[in-house]
């Protein structure tokens, strides 16, 4: 069976992801591991310091592809051009590309974007409204004129959620309804599922077909029961897999959400025909 994984970086990336031994950030990667569930080592994911050690574990935990996303908050800010380094000649990875209106203004933030996509080759966009300064929700309008070029353009947009924002009061999904109201040719693509709003989220993208949860490491915890339930029935054409390494391991996060209990037949939807249909990859 084909797979995409719609969150998979390697830790090279950046010190967030567990860059530099030594660190505290290295050391915040080992137990994020933990606490999502990683069995064995938690440091598994210094298989991937190098590119090519990296693409060692993409290609042995057998996927099709693996979506690489980029970040541009105040506190990160990973190059669109490093993005490209890394995903360039390989067809097995995909980029995304990262931006910020409220950093670089709504022009330069749409000139950003057409130069990741038209020229770098990446094949979407980050935008991480909750850990914006100041924080934002999704549906703020300084991101109105990014979302209607990117559903003009037919490029998928991904939002960062999740426990780790700073504020939980922007982890709402319930602003997700504005959005999907106003583009609906807008592919919107949640990373983290919102987690713990993981009922609210499911409640929106019921009604909103263009909204596509990636509960990705949140997945196997606690209080995302829903997601599998909600995936088998009315979600089988939005739900998408993903691992979140280098927080979780790519080959037991496969086969973590292969034993959720979807059926064969909506497995391959999950892990891949859902997302090659936003990437417009082969079917």
Same mark, same amino acid.
């Given at each position: ?16 992801? $567990?860059?530099?031994? $030594? ?16 069995? $064995? ?20 935990? $057998? ?108 982890? &709402? ?42 509960? &990705? ?38 086969? &973590? ?27």
């Amino acid at each position: 069976m084909k797979i995409i994984d719609m969150r998979c970086r390697p830790a090279y990336l950046h010190e967030f992801f $567990g860059a530099v031994k $030594g660190t505290k950030a290295y050391e915040g990667a080992k137990w994020l591991n933990r606490r999502v569930g990683t069995r $064995g080592d938690d440091e598994h994911f210094k298989k991937s310091l190098t590119k090519e050690g990296f693409l060692d574990e993409v290609k042995s935990a $057998g996927l099709s592809h693996a979506v690489v996303v980029g970040r541009r908050t105040p506190s990160q800010r990973i190059s669109n051009d490093f993005l490209h380094e890394i995903t360039d000649s390989h067809k097995e990875l995909l980029g995304i590309a990262g931006v910020d209106p409220a950093l670089d203004g709504i022009d330069e933030t749409i000139k950003e974007i057409d130069r990741s996509i038209d020229k770098l080759g990446l094949a979407g966009i980050d935008i991480e409204p909750g850990f914006a300064e100041p924080p934002r929700h999704a549906d703020d309008k300084i991101y109105f004129p990014i979302y209607e070029h990117l559903a003009h353009k037919k490029i998928p947009l991904t939002l960062m959620s999740g426990p780790t924002t700073p504020n939980p009061l922007f982890n &709402d999904p319930s602003h997700l309804a504005n959005i999907a109201r106003e583009f609906p040719s807008l592919a919107i693509i949640c990373y983290h599922g919102y987690y713990p709003n993981t009922h609210q989220l499911v409640g929106v993208a019921f009604k909103y077909e263009n909204i596509y949860p990636v509960p &990705d490491m949140y997945g196997f915890i606690a209080g995302s029961e829903v997601f599998a339930k909600a995936g088998n029935t009315f979600l089988q054409d939005q739900l998408l897999f993903g691992s979140s390494y280098p927080f979780r391991p790519i080959r037991q996060s496969i086969d &973590d959400f292969a034993a959720l209990g979807f059926d064969d037949h909506i497995l391959e939807k999950l892990f891949y025909k859902n997302a090659a249909r936003i990437f417009n990859l082969d079917l």
